[in-house]
């Protein structure tokens, strides 16, 4: 028996799913302003007449502006970087979680396969105990991984979002 693991507590799973949540959050917060200053740069650029200014004048415009443009496209590339590497790190837990259920799935059987098996009716009522307990176990597992998966998914949505927004106008 593997009594002596080190197992989290349920409140440990679900804080460190919270915990996940959050730095996925603010990785795309980060990746938003990326995006719009990426945008207002691009805007910018591009709406521009520069026909009051000499031709040595709108050079240095136009250079500080793709300049500008250049280092919010770094930013941008920086924060979509941070914005994976906050989803793997949630699909890593998801993952932990999973097989935490399914180590779950494959006790309720043994334990449901025990309670046949057993004879007298105050053991097994203690054992099918045993089995309820392992049963709330998956169901709160499955949930967390369910959490986890549904606020992954919604932040690689959002990122697709802005790196339609900012390679869509930078092409």
Do not use: C, W, Y
Not at 98 to 111: F, I, K, P, V
Request: net charge negative; proline share 1%; charged share 45%.
């Amino acid at each position: 028996m593997t009594r002596n693991m080190e197992k989290p507590t349920r409140s440990e799973i679900t804080e460190q799913v919270e915990t996940d949540k959050e730095k996925m959050r603010e990785k795309i917060d980060a990746l938003t302003t990326a995006a719009e200053d990426s945008e207002t740069v691009q805007g910018t650029l591009g709406g521009l007449d520069l026909e009051g200014v000499t031709s040595d004048g709108a050079a240095e415009v136009l250079e500080a502006l793709e300049k500008a443009e250049s280092v919010a496209g770094e930013l941008f590339d920086a924060a979509d970087r941070e914005t994976d590497e906050s989803q793997n790190e949630m699909e890593h837990l998801e993952g932990e979680i999973q097989d935490r259920a399914d180590a779950s799935n494959s006790d309720s059987e043994r334990l449901e396969e025990a309670v046949g098996k057993i004879e007298r009716q105050e053991t097994s009522g203690e054992v099918e105990r045993a089995r309820e307990a392992v049963a709330r176990e998956i169901e709160f597992l499955e949930g967390q991984r369910e959490e986890a998966r549904r606020a992954r998914e919604e932040n690689e949505r959002l990122q697709q979002e802005h790196e339609g927004r900012v390679r869509t106008r930078g092409s």
